[in-house]
């Protein structure tokens, strides 16, 4: 078992930046990939990036690539999710999310069905 909060949304102007983190307890957790997704008001839940357990594998969403990053310190139990040139589109409910099974090719570890865990969301809102 391993439990996620999620904080460091807000309201922030386009262009503006904001830094989720994800804080986790319970299992070991560099034992877990780890990843972001969002929802926006009357849309599916949709991919944002993962990052692997060390660290050296990461993806995107097209839609965020060059824009968000992720990085992971896991000596401090916390995954974080930097974006930035945000868009009123980002505009969404974001939430983590870790798994803990092997680390699959990337078309996989889109899905949210690989990942077990997750955590209740933060709001962002980006205002035009």
């Known amino acids: 078992q391993v439990q996620l909060v999620e904080s460091g949304g807000g309201l922030v102007q386009a262009g503006g930046s904001l830094r989720l983190s994800c804080a986790a307890s319970?299992?070991?957790?560099?034992?877990?990939?780890m990843g972001w997704f969002r929802r926006a008001p009357g849309k599916e839940r949709e991919f944002v990036g993962y990052?692997?357990?060390?660290?050296?594998?990461?993806s995107f969403a097209d839609s965020v690539k060059g824009r968000f990053s992720i990085s992971r310190d896991n000596a401090k139990n916390t995954v974080y999710l930097q974006m930035n040139s945000l868009k009123p589109e980002d505009t969404a409910v974001y939430y983590c999310?870790?798994?803990?099974?092997?680390?699959?090719?990337?078309?996989?570890?889109?899905?949210?069905?690989?990942?077990?865990?997750w955590g209740q969301g933060t709001q962002v809102t980006v205002s035009s």
């Open positions: 999310a870790a798994d803990a099974g092997p680390l699959r090719n990337t078309a996989t570890m889109n899905q949210s069905y690989v990942y077990e865990y």
């Open positions: 319970g299992r070991t957790f560099g034992y877990f990939h």
């Open positions: 990052i692997s357990r060390s660290g050296g594998s990461t």
